[in-house]
Structures are given as structure tokens and as C-alpha cells.
């Protein structure tokens, strides 16, 4: 890979015209492209008041671009990478935090002792009835 300039061997790429430099001929952009003058080039980007590579050119679309204000999504438990969300509450979470039927931990916690509460208010009536039942003499044994 060869310099577009002179030939030379390339050690890199121009942000703002994609062409390989050399050493002597560009460090971030070619030389053509920092002094805004392409030589035999009448194209109407290649002459400007500024040079061309300074101040809010978009570098081009081969080299690697920092993401603007993105985050992964993040576990509420444990700030892990999470790729599902609560249906009851809205938390995102992770596999470790997942309970039951689409839910994080903390509802699925919450939804069985609302199960087991009411069990447990069963159990107590069913018992408020069988003495009921043994203490007035409906049932005989």
C-alpha cells in the first residue's frame, strides 16, 4: 500500500478523503486535504477559507466513531449487561436477576408472598370454620 501522493510506503489513512499518506505527506489527514488545496482537483470541497480536516469535519466513514451518548442497558441489581425488561415494574435486568413468568427478581419475590399470604388467609378461615363447625355440633364424629 503506497502513499497517493508519491508512492512512498502508506502509514495511513485520511479521515477527511479516505486516500493512504506517508510520513511526509499527512498525520491525521493528507496534506492535500489540511491545506484545502487538491492540485488539479476542481472539485468545489477541495477550496475553502479554513482548512478542511479543523473544526467539525465528521471524519470519514471507514474509521472507527465514538458513539454519542450511548449506554448499554444495565441490570438494576447488579449493573450487568441486561437484554430484558420487567412487564410489572419496568426494571431492566440481566439472566442472574430474572424471576418468574417475565419478571425481575424483586417482583417474582413480591408476587409468592402475595401467593403465599393468601394461602395463609385460607388456611386461617378453613380452620375458623372447622372449629365453628366443632364447637357448635354440626359435625359429629
Not at 22 to 45: F, K, M, N, Q, S
Not at 54 to 64: A, D, F
Not at 66 to 86: N, T
Amino acid at each position: 500500500m503506497n502513499c497517493h501522493l508519491c508512492n512512498q510506503e502508506a502509514v495511513g489513512r485520511c479521515f477527511t478523503c479516505g486516500q493512504l499518506f506517508c510520513a511526509d505527506h499527512g498525520t491525521v489527514d493528507c496534506t492535500r486535504c489540511e491545506t484545502a488545496i487538491a492540485e488539479g482537483d476542481l472539485r468545489p470541497d477541495r477550496i475553502s477559507a479554513q482548512p478542511l480536516g479543523v473544526g467539525g469535519v465528521r471524519p470519514g466513514w471507514w474509521r472507527p466513531q465514538i458513539a454519542e451518548d450511548y449506554e448499554p442497558p444495565s441490570c438494576y441489581e447488579c449493573k450487568g449487561l441486561a437484554k430484558a425488561v420487567c412487564r410489572n415494574c419496568g426494571k431492566i435486568y440481566c439472566h442472574e436477576h430474572a424471576g418468574s413468568a417475565e419478571l425481575c427478581a424483586a417482583c417474582s419475590r413480591s408476587s409468592w408472598i402475595g401467593l403465599w399470604t393468601l394461602i395463609g388467609i385460607l388456611v386461617l378461615l378453613g380452620g375458623f370454620m372447622l372449629a365453628g363447625i366443632l364447637t357448635n355440633g354440626f359435625w359429629h364424629p
